[in-house]
Structures are given as structure tokens and as C-alpha cells.
């Protein structure tokens, strides 16, 4: 079945009374694949306490996350807090299946918040993050063991990703979505990323990560180890 169609149908029989709804998600920004699901935000009535359940109907897998009128804003602001604004985004990207006359106000609370960008770092915070970066590539560079070496790339580029967009007030991802925020910030740089990385899984050869992530972290002061102190 259509997915906006699918969509409907399921809001039609399940949330009849509710005062909104979006389809949100990679099929509404062109990017579906032959797994992705219908994203279904809800903004029902007489709700205690948002959630999130996930059904198969209309032979469509469905993630549906149902909010009352105040629910919303509290999973706005701590999606904001941890820079990763997945509630925002699915609102502000929805094509809209239902409304009462709440979802443009809804919509700009969302866009205003994505425009806006994460908190800035702090100086204590970006040399905290400096710290473990230089702590884990000092593992990576040292490491041996290819199985190791496999898993501690896998946590540099977690820890690095996240220093790139945080100091440059950017929104962060997880998953997939580590590489779409890069692209997002900097098409030039991900695919640099992407490539060493890719490198390293391919070929062993860490010259590539060890270059790239000395460059990201000169501008700030480059290593951080001698004097690094945390909680004294």
C-alpha cells in the first residue's frame, strides 16, 4: 500500500480523535530503502504519558510515538540537550496526516530549535573530549591485535565524529546518521572521513585516521595527556 495512504489508514482507525499527525522518516525525505518503516508522531488527547510502540499493519512495519500537548516540549528540549533532535526533525520533516489546527505552531517550535544548533561547548568540555580522543588514538596507533584495532576504530570514530560537530555547533547522530550529520555539516570533510575509515577496515593502514584526527585537534591544542586532570 502507499505509504501516506498506510499512514492514514492507521491514524484513521487507531487515533480517529487525535488533535495531529505526521509521517516523518526516510521515506518522506526520499531516502527509503527496502527496510525502512513509517515514522508516525501523534499528538493525541486525554494522554497521561507519551510512548512509543511499534506495529505491522498494511503490510508496512510502523514506529509510532505518541505525544499529549505538553509531552512533546520536554522531548524537544532533552533531544536538544544531548544535540541529537530526532523528535524535532521527524515534526519538522512530516508531512502532515491530521490537524486541528495545532501542527504549524508545532512545526515552528521545531524549526526554530533546529535553526537554532546545539549548546556551545564549553573550554572544560572540548578538553575533556580532547583527553579521550588522544587516550584512544594513542590505543589505536599502539594496538596489535587486529580485533582490537577494529574496535577501538569503531569508538575513535564515534568520539571524533562527535568532537568535529559538537565544536563546530552542529547536530550530532548515531548509526547511519553519524555520516548523514557530517555530510550535513561539511560534504568535503565526511567523505574524507568516510574514506579513512574505510581504509583502515579495507587495508590495516591507520596513517589515514592518525593524520586526519591530529588536524582536527591542532586548532584547539592539538594531544592533550601531560597535565590532563579530572576531578581533582
Known amino acids: 500500500?502507499?505509504?501516506?495512504?498506510?499512514?492514514?489508514l492507521f491514524i484513521l482507525n487507531h487515533f480517529p480523535n487525535c488533535y495531529g499527525s505526521v509521517l516523518a522518516g526516510?521515506?518522506?525525505?526520499?531516502?527509503?530503502?527496502?527496510?525502512?518503516?513509517?515514522?508516525?508522531?501523534?499528538?493525541?488527547?486525554?494522554?497521561?504519558?507519551?510512548?512509543?510502540?511499534?506495529?505491522?499493519?498494511?503490510?508496512?512495519?510502523?514506529?509510532?510515538?505518541?505525544?499529549?500537548?505538553?509531552?512533546?516540549?520536554?522531548?524537544f528540549k532533552s533531544d536538544c540537550e544531548r544535540a541529537r533532535p530526532s523528535l524535532p526533525k521527524?515534526?519538522?520533516?512530516?508531512?502532515?496526516?491530521?490537524?486541528?489546527?495545532?501542527?504549524d505552531l508545532i512545526k515552528h517550535e521545531a524549526n526554530e530549535l533546529l535553526d537554532k544548533g546545539p549548546e556551545e561547548w564549553s573550554t572544560d568540555t572540548i578538553k575533556v573530549?580532547?583527553?579521550?580522543?588522544?587516550?584512544?588514538?594513542?590505543d589505536f596507533i599502539g594496538s596489535t591485535l587486529r580485533a582490537e584495532e577494529i574496535f577501538i576504530a569503531?569508538?575513535?570514530?564515534?568520539?571524533?565524529?562527535?568532537?568535529?560537530?559538537?565544536?563546530?555547533?552542529?547536530?550530532?547522530?548515531?548509526?547511519?546518521?553519524?555520516?548523514?550529520?557530517?555530510?550535513?555539516?561539511?560534504e568535503k570533510f565526511a567523505g574524507h572521513f568516510v574514506e579513512a575509515f574505510d581504509t583502515f577496515y579495507k587495508t590495516g593502514d591507520k596513517s589515514m585516521i592518525i593524520v586526519?584526527?591530529?588536524?582536527?585537534?591542532?586548532?584547539?591544542?592539538g594531544r592533550l595527556f601531560q597535565g590532563f586532570s579530572l576531578g581533582k
Request: proline share 2%; aromatic share 12%; net charge negative.
Open 26 to 75: 526516510s521515506l518522506v525525505r526520499g531516502e527509503a530503502t527496502e527496510t525502512s518503516d513509517l515514522d508516525i508522531v501523534i499528538f493525541e488527547k486525554n494522554l497521561k504519558t507519551a510512548y512509543r510502540e511499534s506495529v505491522i499493519e498494511y503490510g508496512w512495519n510502523i514506529e509510532v510515538f505518541v505525544h499529549n500537548l505538553t509531552s512533546y516540549k520536554e522531548f
Open 212 to 221: 586526519m584526527v591530529d588536524e582536527i585537534l591542532q586548532p584547539f591544542g
Open 154 to 186: 569503531n569508538t575513535l570514530a564515534d568520539l571524533v565524529s562527535e568532537f568535529v560537530l559538537r565544536s563546530n555547533r552542529q547536530w550530532i547522530g548515531a548509526s547511519k546518521w553519524v555520516v548523514r550529520s557530517l555530510r550535513n555539516y561539511d
Open 1 to 8: 500500500m502507499d505509504p501516506i495512504k498506510a499512514a492514514e
Open 90 to 103: 521527524m515534526v519538522s520533516e512530516g508531512i502532515v496526516l491530521k490537524d486541528s489546527g495545532i501542527i
Open 129 to 138: 573530549k580532547r583527553y579521550f580522543i588522544t587516550d584512544t588514538l594513542d
